[in-house]
């Protein structure tokens, strides 16, 4: 039905950088909101970042600037830039999706979720 697959996580220093993608395929309405959402073990999903299909973005506020979300809409493919990289960045991330829906801000509700790829940052 809905297919998202995340790639791109792995082990790195503090300071360094990541590139996530997840593969979005196509979906059931021309409209939709596509997310990343991060987990740390014992903790709540937080919400990164999130794009429309009208091209509107948001970033978290409390990342500071580091990480940036885009869109290849030809490739459909979502990604997440992480740069600068802390410790406490080390979670597991999720791209999420919510078709037809209009995302106003960063958040952790959506309908389809991928199956999540590891980002650990060493210090």
């Known amino acids: 039905q809905v297919q998202l697959v995340e790639s791109g996580g792995g082990s790195v220093q503090a300071g360094g950088s990541l590139r996530l993608s997840c593969s979005v395929g196509?979906?059931?309405?021309?409209?939709?909101?596509l997310g990343w959402v991060r987990q740390a073990p014992g903790k709540e999903r937080e919400g990164v970042a999130m794009?429309?299909?009208?091209?509107?973005?948001r970033n978290a506020d409390s990342l500071e600037g580091r990480f940036t979300i885009s869109e290849d809409v030809t490739k459909h493919t979502l990604y997440l830039q992480m740069n600068s990289l802390k410790p406490e960045d080390t979670a597991m991330y999720y791209c999420?999706?919510?078709?037809?829906?209009?995302?106003?801000?960063?958040?952790?509700?959506?309908?389809?979720w991928g199956q999540g790829t590891q980002v650990t940052v060493a210090s």
């Open positions: 794009i429309n299909s009208d091209g509107t973005s």
């Open positions: 196509t979906y059931f309405y021309s409209s939709y909101c």
């Open positions: 999420a999706s919510s078709p037809g829906r209009y995302c106003p801000d960063v958040g952790t509700e959506f309908r389809y």
